[in-house]
């Protein structure tokens, strides 16, 4: 084939020109376009910062692989709650209580597989089985905490905030009755599954993280509840007239969302080996909500990504570490997270009232 | 009002109509569904502009561009949602454009005071600080005249002010009316309810696709008259001539009543057939068939069979599982998920169904659509574009597609043609004809007496949630659908 110069420049400049076109189209039509886009700006941002701090390009790129580490291991608690929570927004509800559940469910976990006092160790049961029994136990608690939100919102009409935020002050409250005498401690092979070191470093709870974004992405774009959901989200009265079991599928959607806390709590009890039951877990639904809306989701339902919030929790990660790096006080950090959720929405295509 | 005209494109709305009132008059507004009335009045009221003609008040000319300005010039527009705010008080709610104050603080007294004297002069026996909630909706009818008296209105506009009141209420409304009369203020009352008509009005103004048929004293006409004015003798409505051919019975309500919006309904449809079920607003037939449906979550009495078995829907999920399909009216609300594509629209019903190993065979799913679009001649673009990028037409279209999918033995389709330009309403009477054919029962629900006549072998006139009548091959006409759904009696001599 046979293409002329002058040509070859006209294409050129056509695909300049469609590809500013494709750009606005992108941002105006694909929410995790921008999201994609933001977190590449941060990333410069970051390289940046760590060649200043370094000084020299080797140590740049050392300071940046020890810099997403931790980011990703850090994360990945909320991560994980992020997904569930992407779900529930985007059906168009909110989970507040997802912290307090984190929390219980930790609780839960302690209680199971302490060493010595705990149920597992009574009925005789030790090391793996013993794990894994006490794992599924605590997902199930996860799914059934989920439940009770997920009905209160779904049968007994409450809005999602005021059923959740009931839920989250009773988690929290109980929790912290309930252990008042109870000192856990866990056995040192139970933190193995999050801490066991792979090629000298700790990246178990990524690898958790990663899987459980594949495996929520493929339910949210595969599955007929995933379709169910989005159509809650977009129209709730047009979802029940299509013969969509509305009642059902939102108990579910927070089912979820309590499974996903139930596997937080497992990792971060077996990466930090115990819990103060007063803190844990407290401000993660707000992280939650900031990951999922830096990711393009929409609070009013019916647009949204999972991939979107994985992405979000990453860009709220990387700012955290370059205001570190850069010396912001800690007070003002929050102030910058706040900014960027603000600008986060700001920039989001809106609908037309 | 002379030579009003008024279009929307190419739909020319209103063609040459001349209105008046006098002082102390009460002038009924009457006509079918799209007549013309609501814009007419729009325009009085300066919620619309005309394209041309003239408006006079005390002989001096006008023009309203903005609501404001009618509402100045004397013209209260109380339209059929009231616009009272229920949580606060009467007396708030009359001052609500501008709140009278003392200071900083508003003046409660001069608002109570001045509610009261009007109240007085008007011989309402109410308190003007009770809360708008605690009303019914006689008294709100009434609170809001009165909000337009308060403004020294000299005209008021009803627009079908009693469908949502009881007979008592009625009475209330109207001895509220006859004393506003006496006090030199004009009415325009708008209704579909021709006995009414007769008891209150002193003339009547008659609209047909946006002319005036007819004008005149109440007292040189009657009912039939004004029926036949308003459905007009030369429009002939295209019949349906479909070959029938019945099968078992499968739907049938008995005695089915929730005591708010539908009263003692008993029908039967057949495999193959087409039931018209109609009446005029507020006959409640949306929610007797949602009911059926499951949508409703009201207790109701009386029993339904699909098929001869006795069932009870609880929730849209079981009635989908027992082969009852509803396509809802107002299509915006109701039916379009927004966010979402053509494709998966046209198959959120079905799409439980639809799967391979937990997740959507993707493939099964197309295919699925394809035959529903070419079933249908739905026009589109991409599969993968949203919705909302389709015309009103495409979109009711696959809103029916989603739940042709289904394979439903009972449709029930409300207001099916919505919104839907004149090609796509032929196309939409046939694909019910075809599906009649294919053995599907089918109750269209409509507003549009021509509709029914156009596409159902049998018809069901409801009036105020009661069935007033039964019509079936040459009785079912304009006239008499009208007469039944109106309030008239059926066994009264007055049916042609």
Redesign the interface.
Known sequence: MKVSVSDMETKKIEKQHTMIGKFRDNWGNSALFSTIFALVVMLLIQCIVMYVNAGSLGGMFSKMGMAWLNILRNNAYQGVIALGMCFIIISGGIDLSVGSMLCALGAILMYLIAPGNGLMAKIGLSGPLAYGLAIIIVIAAGFLFGQINGTLISYGKLPPFIATLGMMKIFRSVTQQLTKHFNPTIPADFKLIASMKIGGQVILPILYWVLIVVIMH?IFT???FG??T??I???E????????????VKRNIYALGGVMCAIAAVIYIARIGSMDFANAGSGYEMDAIAAVIVGGTAMSG??GSLVGAFLGMLIIGVMNNILNTVGVPTFLCDAVKGLIIIFAVLVQKKENV | MEKICKSFGANDVLQSVDFSLNTGEICALLGENGAGKSTLMNILGGVLPADSGRITLDGKPVTFSFPVDSLDAGIGFIHQELNLINDLTIFENMFLTHLPRKGMFLDARTMRKRTQELFDKMKIELDPGTMVRELDASYKQIVEICRALMQDASIIIMDEPTTSLTEPEIQRVFSMMRSLKEQGVGIIFISHKLGEVMEICDRYTVLRDGSMVASGKVSDTDIKQLATYMVGHEVIAETNQRETNYGEEMLRLEHLSDNVNFHDISLSVRSGEILGVTGLLGDGRSELFQTV?G?MNTKYTGQIFLQGTPIHMR???Q??EAGI??L?RNRK????????SIL?NGS??H??K??RR???DFAQQEALFARQEENLHIKMGDKYDLITSLSGGNQQKVVLA?WLM?EPKVLILDNPTQGVDVGAKEEIYSIIHKLAGEGVAVIVLSSEAQEIIRVCDRSIVLFHGHQAGELSSVEMNEHNIMYLAAGGNQNESERV
């Open positions: 493929i595969r599955t007929a379709r169910q989005i159509a989200g977009s129209n009265r047009a979802a029940k007239l299509s013969g969509i079991n509305v009642n059902k019916g647009r | 449906f949508a929730n849209t999920y009635a989908l399909a509803y809802p609300e109701n039916a379009i998920l927004k966010d979402m998966d959120i019903v799409l439980p639809i799967r937990g997740l959507i989603k289904s």
